[in-house]
């Protein structure tokens, strides 16, 4: 197609020369004739396009040899000429030229670029269209003929993300770059050199990165899975003992989430059951057993029990569970655990299950139109508590601490965790376990209830005891251990120890986690 784009260029150049010399030739010979009609330029190629459009008006006609040698050359060059210029705008239409040109009118408003069109790409480009109408949705590929064509507006245009940085011209938003396929980092040439382009880059990927340089970031899809199950379903006061069926990465993901979510209460004890290979996970935290009851349900603390028998084996264990997740990576391999556990065991519990298929009467989970959503995988919302947090603890705090900017990847991870805590504590706050979004009214509520309960020396402390545990589990869960001093290198950290044993203003520090509340009510009611 580029070849083709050169060829139709160059013959078009040839064409319009030729032609200039003829009319400057036509125009001279015929100017020194006192008969003549064609006295100038203009009446020249007046002339060359009725005759070269075959209309032939007669209004003006050659009259010198050599006029009428031209004309007779118009006439021979019609044809060509008027089928290369044609040719020359349907290329310019088919091709990315007309896209590329629209673009030049658009420059004011948000630019999202998806290397390539897919499922999950489109199901995202729709729900950022929703979201803000004022974006312009850019699939970096050209529309197959059997494409069916989305349901809002969009451009697809053959380019590389450097053309289309080039030209936006640094004018509005930054554009965002979007590799929807997994690892397609590491693969896809278009991401070669994104790291240097003015853009912010979303790439998908299994590994447990989160950002590769200052503008890419990392997304996985399982995390969005998990975030968006615990949200959408989160952890009641009466559940203690859940199951997981199925280990993969929607399992792995889905018990981590829980590990650093699902705190409660200070005195909770949720006995988590898990069918599937633990070696890997256990292996890479190995300090969990410090805050966990590990291969045994304990009374008095969480507890973690990895099975590697089939699940069939446990009737008793199935029959008294609370919830059942059912999440093996293999998708039809859940649907056939759900329907045996419908046909063969009386369920006290809930079953839920992970599924992209919508079914009456089935409780699932992690379909890609709930995944693929700006705030899972920009976690605008998310990110921007964060940031909020962390000002308001420095603000809190006697000693230095950094900006949001200066912070590493792990401890920017802490802020979002913490922030993503905020749910729990709405519902613990209002004592209402049906909430499952935070909206500013309810966000505003519980702020009031924490202002009043902070009246309460002993209710305050044992707010300050449960964020103390939803941190150290976070910590542990990375694998940091106690240290007389902070050692970040070291992974060691003064206040990884229990809640009785920290200062007073160490445990003061834990009101940050509640007080962003209210800021987080105030930024709520300005969307």
């Known amino acids: 197609m580029k070849r083709r784009n050169k060829i139709y260029l160059f013959m078009t150049v040839i064409l ?3 032609y200039l010399g003829l009319l400057t030739t036509l125009c001279l010979s015929e100017y020194t004739d006192s008969r003549a009609t064609i006295r100038s330029f203009s009446d020249a190629f007046w002339y060359s396009l009725v005759t070269m459009t075959t209309v032939g008006y007669g209004d003006l006609t ?20 008027m089928m290369t210029l044609f040719g ?13 040109f629209l673009l030049n009118f658009q420059r004011k408003k948000n630019w999202c670029y998806f290397a390539d069109y897919g499922t999950e790409a489109s199901i995202l480009a729709e729900n950022i269209y929703k979201e803000n109408q004022d974006t312009v949705i850019i699939f970096g590929e050209k529309k197959d003929d059997q494409m069916e064509f989305p349901d809002y ?41 994104l790291y240097r382009l003015p853009v912010e880059v979303y790439a998908r990927t299994t590994n447990g990165q989160d950002h590769l340089s200052g503008n890419i970031k990392f997304f996985h899809s399982y995390d969005c899975c998990a975030r968006q199950y615990w949200r959408s379903k989160p952890l009641c006061s009466h559940e203690k003992k859940i199951v997981i ?103 006290r519990g809930k079953i839920h299950l992970h599924s992209n298929r919508r079914a009456p009467g089935v409780d699932y989970f992690g379909i890609n139109e709930e995944i693929y959503t700006p705030n ?60 499952t979004e935070l909206s500013p009214s309810t966000v505003n509520r519980a702020y009031e209830a924490y ?39 070291a992974r060691q950290h003064p206040m990884l120890c229990p809640y009785e044993e920290l200062t007073l203003e160490q445990k003061q520090e834990r009101d940050v986690a509640w007080e962003i ?11």
Not at 162 to 187: H, T
């Open 16 to 18: 319009l020369a030729v």
């Open 62 to 81: 050659p009259v010198t040899p050599m006029g009428h040698a031209v004309g007779v050359v118009f006439l021979l060059l019609s044809a060509g000429i």
């Open 245 to 347: 069926i199925g280990f993969g990465n929607y399992g792995n993901s889905i018990l981590e989430r829980a590990i650093l979510t699902n705190i409660i209460s200070i005195r909770q004890h949720v006995a988590y059951h898990v069918f599937g290979d633990e070696k890997e996970f256990l292996a890479m935290h190995s300090h969990l057993p410090k805050v966990f009851s590990m291969g045994e349900e304990s009374k008095t603390e969480d507890s973690l029990i990895f099975h590697s028998e089939f699940w069939e084996m446990h009737r008793e264990l199935m029959e008294e569970a609370d919830r059942i997740i059912i999440c093996p990576d293999d998708e039809p391999k859940g649907w056939s655990i759900f329907w045996r556990l419908e046909k063969y065991y009386k369920i």
């Open 451 to 489: 202002c009043k309960m902070k009246k309460n020396e002993y209710e305050q402390d044992m707010y300050r005891r449960l964020d103390h545990m939803r941190w150290l589990r976070f910590y542990t869960f990375y694998n940091w251990s106690y240290g007389d001093v902070r050692d970040d290198a």
């Open 88 to 100: 020359a705008v349907i290329s310019f239409i088919t091709s990315e030229g007309l896209p590329l």
């Open 153 to 193: 507006p969009c451009l697809f245009i053959n380019v590389s993300p450097a053309r289309i940085v080039a030209r936006k011209k640094n004018i509005g938003a930054q554009c965002k770059v979007f590799l929807m396929k997994e690892n397609d980092i590491g693969v896809n040439s278009r991401a070669i050199g």
């Open 376 to 435: 899972q995988i920009m976690r605008t919302a998310l990110n921007k508590t964060a940031i909020m947090m962390n000002e308001i603890f420095r603000k809190s705090v006697s000693y230095p601490t950094l900006k949001w900017e200066e912070l590493d990847e792990f401890h920017r991870e802490s802020k979002i965790a913490a922030a993503d805590h905020l749910l729990m504590k709405t519902r613990i706050l209002l004592k209402d376990e049906t909430i």
């Open 517 to 527: 509340l209210g800021s987080v009510a105030a930024e709520l009611k300005l969307r």
